[in-house]
């Protein structure tokens, strides 16, 4: 399956910075989803990026507070604005619509584990 | 509103045994379920997944079987081993290929 990488692994960050968190796939794909994990939660999915054009977001997450990119088939950010403790999760990106795979099975990254102070 | 539930937040099995976890749904247009694996401080590893139309489906030690009528699917590891231990998480899918995810069940595998 498609190899997924995320910067950065982890990162400690002060509470009302933001931070950008990159998705990279190591070969085209179709579809793009960032999810989060809070601590003892399940996922959740945030939006799903779109190549070309704005995210589509689920019901809670807006963009000015998530604003994604998409510029190509491989690559995505997620950036966590103005941050509070509160945002303290592990984040995720999957994809699915790979060469090996053209069903909606998802393939996730690593992750990235983000604490607010 | 959990649309996804996996009941058990744990399970603890005996090496060489069956690991039977349970997962439940209440939206009948789910139709691709998933099984993922997650080890702490990593992403999910993708499982096992099986489409409403079908009832069944295996791949090596893990099976999963759908019950579309009572929304129900299980996925059987059989035997189970140590490195199995880790948590579980059932995913469901409707057309366009969001996915909701249960909350997960955390299977320990004895030795």
């Known amino acids: 399956s498609a190899v997924i990488s995320q910067k950065p692994s982890r990162d400690i960050c002060q509470r009302g910075t933001s931070l950008t968190i990159q998705c990279q796939v190591d070969s085209q794909v179709t579809m793009m989803f960032w999810y989060r994990q809070q601590p003892g939660q399940s996922l959740t999915l945030i939006a799903t990026a779109n190549q070309g054009s704005e995210a589509t977001y689920e019901s809670g997450f807006v963009i000015d507070k998530f604003p994604i990119s998409r510029p190509n088939l491989t690559f995505s950010t997620l950036t966590v604005s103005n941050m509070s403790p509160e945002d303290s999760s592990i984040y995720l990106c999957?994809?699915?619509?790979?060469?090996?795979?053209?069903?909606?099975?998802?393939?996730f990254g690593p992750g990235t584990r983000l604490t607010v102070l | 509103d959990q649309q996804v539930k996996q009941n058990s937040p744990s399970l603890s099995v005996q090496e060489g045994r069956i690991s039977i976890l349970n997962c439940d749904y209440t939206?009948?247009?789910?139709?691709?379920f998933l099984w993922y694996k997650k080890y702490p401080a990593e992403g999910p590893t993708f499982l096992i997944s099986?489409?409403?139309?079908?009832d069944k489906n295996e791949d090596g030690r893990f099976t999963v079987f759908l019950n579309k009528s009572a929304k129900h699917l299980s996925l059987h590891i059989v035997p189970s081993q140590p490195g199995d231990s880790a948590v579980y998480f059932c995913?469901?899918?409707?057309?366009?290929?969001?996915?909701?995810f249960g909350q997960g069940t955390e299977l320990s595998v004895k030795p």
């Open positions: 939206n009948s247009m789910f139709d691709y």
């Open positions: 099986i489409s409403s139309i079908k």
């Open positions: 999957s994809v699915s619509g790979t060469n090996e795979d053209t069903t909606d099975t998802q393939y």
């Open positions: 995913a469901a899918s409707e057309e366009g290929g969001k996915l909701i």
